[in-house]
C-alpha cells in the first residue's frame, strides 16, 4: 500500500498532541543546588576533617567556618624560649657584685644619684636632682648554668611605698609588656644587668624627697626580691 505524505496540517496536530502530552505528564525536575551541598557536606566531608585534627571534631568543636585551620611549621616540635645575653648593655652592673660569695643566684642592687652610686641597703641616704638610677644585677655564683623563665618581657618591678606602707610609685604602672615567654639563661659566673629611672620631683608620678621603703622584683621564675627599708631621698 502507498502511503501519502502527511501534509502541513496533519504534522500541526501532531505536534499540538505531543506538546499537550508532555504538559501532562510533566519532566523530571533538575537535582536542586542544597541536594548537591547535602552530598558535600555528608560523610565524606566529616572524614576529612576527622583525618585533619585526628579527634572526629566537628564544626560545632571550635572548628567555626568548617575551613581547615592554619598549620604552622613547628608546632610539634619542643618550644625553645628566647634567650636573652647574661648582660645587657648599655647597663653598668649594680655596686656590691663583686661581694657575692659562691653558691648563690643573687639580686644586688644599687642608687645612682647625685656622687657614687650605693648599694642598696636598709638606712643609707641618696641625693637626687630630677632622677634616681636603680641599677639591678643577677648574679650567678653557683657550679652550674641558671635558667629565669619569663611569662611576658618584664623582667623587673620597682615598689616604692612611704613609712606608712602607702603606696607612692611603682615602676611598672602603665607600662606595656610583652606577651612572649622568655628567659635568662646565666653560666657559673655570668652578671646579667639592667636600670630603671625613678623620677625624682614634686609633680603627679614622681616621688618627692622623703624617707620610704623599696622593694626591687625579679618578675621570673625562680622569683627574686630585693626589701629595703628608711631609704632617704634628698635633693
Known sequence: MTRKPLNAGSVMILLMLAFFIIAATGCPAPESADDDNETANGVEVDQDTDATNGLGASDDAGQGSGSEPEVIEGDNEEFVPTVEEPLAPPADQAVGVEDVEPG?????????????????EDGISVGAIDSLLLQVSIV????????????????????????????????SEGVRFANVLNSI??????????????????????????????AV????????ALNVSDIEITR
Open 104 to 120: 648563690q643566684l643573687a639580686l644586688i642592687c644599687s642608687l645612682d644619684g647625685i656622687g657614687d652610686p650605693v648599694t642598696l
Open 140 to 171: 650567678n655564683t653557683m657550679d652550674d648554668v641558671q635558667t629565669i623563665m619569663f611569662a611576658t618581657s618584664q623582667k623587673l618591678d620597682l615598689f616604692i611605698s612611704d613609712q606608712d606602707d602607702n603606696a607612692i610609685f611603682k615602676w
Open 185 to 214: 639563661e646565666l653560666n657559673p659566673g655570668d652578671v646579667w644587668a639592667h636600670e630603671l629611672t625613678i623620677p625624682i620631683g614634686l609633680e603627679s608620678g614622681k616621688v618627692p624627697p622623703g624617707t620610704y621603703n623599696m
Open 217 to 224: 622584683l625579679v618578675t621570673g621564675e625562680p622569683a627574686l
